[in-house]
């Protein structure tokens, strides 16, 4: 009781703050997220992504050195696939000599232990946008998980350690458990995007990528039949517990920010990690306010991203991963 508890004693000074601090960041935490193209010597940057870029091989290979030497020992892999590649239900993502599979190749021979992760979606090779395959105006389930489990095989063939289905199809956790265990892939891990929300911050990766739903008729314009309404909470657990249940090992929400209080709340919920995923919306957002000079963009952040962890984060993804490394060293 006050005064005998005066809890600005503990605020003093910077050594007492680090000296009780609950909540530290460290190049542990983080998850890279890259965005690899085809081509040469490419180093492009994302219109609405500043400072972030598409790499075609060569340059990811210099990237993932970088990375290592900063401490950072996990990337998450997207690629961008011409539109002549693109059909409805994503052939080119089982090419075996695809970009997805040769950019795992390529991590792995720049730098073997760096750990491989993988998208697993359909929507960068969806001539519609979608994650799924598209059939009368409908996002097609179980023929979509099939073709889920095969593009996990194919990336844990090319030497990925955990694919990441990002598609919010129901069962294709088990799907793809299943077809990982017969091949014999049972160290290939599973992180799934489980509490996936229908959010409006994932545009700037759609520039990334080209991968938003077209605009054509008969086709859906959004992703609500399939990634969660934004109002629920209850919903996100049902999700993750039905995820672990059929083999997740990790167990994701996206967006980050927006969506603490899910992450909390499966913490307390459930025994295995949890990552958050802070969307290219919201690093855009901090990108703009702070060019403008509206917002200190190293505080802000570091803000957030303790935020994260405070929540309840295990794992971080996340477009600052290299700027908050840099920033702590
Ligand atoms: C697609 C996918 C998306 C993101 C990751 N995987 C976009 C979407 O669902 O439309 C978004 C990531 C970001 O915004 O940073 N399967």
Redesign the pocket.
Known sequence: MYPLTRNRRLRTSESIRSLVRETIITPNDFLV?LFVVDGKGIREEIPSMPNYYRYSLDVLSLEVKELWGLGLKSVLL?VKVPEQLKDNKGKEALNPNGLMQRAIKTVKNAVPEMLVMT?V?L?PYSKFGH?GIVKNGMILNDETCEVLADMSLSHAEAGANFVAP??MMDGRILSIREALEDAGFIDTGIMSYSA?YASA??G???DALD?APVDLQNIPKD?KTY?MDPANRDEAIREVEMDIDEGADIVMVKPGICYLDIVREIRNQVEVPVAV?Q???EYAMIKAASEKGWLDHDAVMMEQMTAIKRAGAHIIASYFAKDVVKLIS
Do not use: E, I
Request: hydrophobic share 25%; aromatic share 20%.
């Open positions: 997220p997207f998208d979606a929507d994650d990002s598609d996936k911050l994932y700037p990766f759609r991968s992703k990634q995923y969307v290219s919306g």
